[in-house]
């Protein structure tokens, strides 16, 4: 008997969904054992993901976590992509503080380099 639901490779869907811009650093990232599929860390660009699955990958300075909605044919157009997931991101934190000028960033590189420079 076959499974009736339909299966996509998880760096094909990541990279059909635009969250990366090859389809082998999205592969690369799966590799290194980087994403969770439903709370498991997987480690092979072959595993599948099927619609309800939950993702939670890094993606720069965040941590993302998406539904997958739909199993996409190709890598379309962005707003193609982005009915293929729904986005469950919590919000960034806000900063704490006003961000450091030129010169904050001088005196904390001269403070860092010691009494030498």
């Not at 997931?85 to 030129?102: A, F, H, L, N, S």
């Amino acid at each position: 008997m076959s499974d009736a639901s339909p299966k996509l490779r998880i760096d094909k869907w990541l990279w059909q969904a635009r969250f990366f811009k090859t389809r082998s650093l999205a592969a690369r990232v799966v590799s290194d054992g980087r994403i969770r599929v439903n709370g498991e860390k997987i480690s092979k660009p072959s595993a599948t993901v099927a619609p309800g699955d939950a993702l939670t990958f890094p993606q720069g300075d965040r941590v993302r976590v998406v539904e997958v909605a739909a199993l996409g044919t190709r890598r379309g157009p962005a707003s193609e992509a982005q009915a293929l997931y729904v986005d469950q991101t919590p919000p960034p934190v806000p900063r704490v503080g006003p961000r450091p000028t030129g010169r904050d960033r001088r005196r904390l590189d001269a403070t860092r380099a010691g009494p030498d420079g």
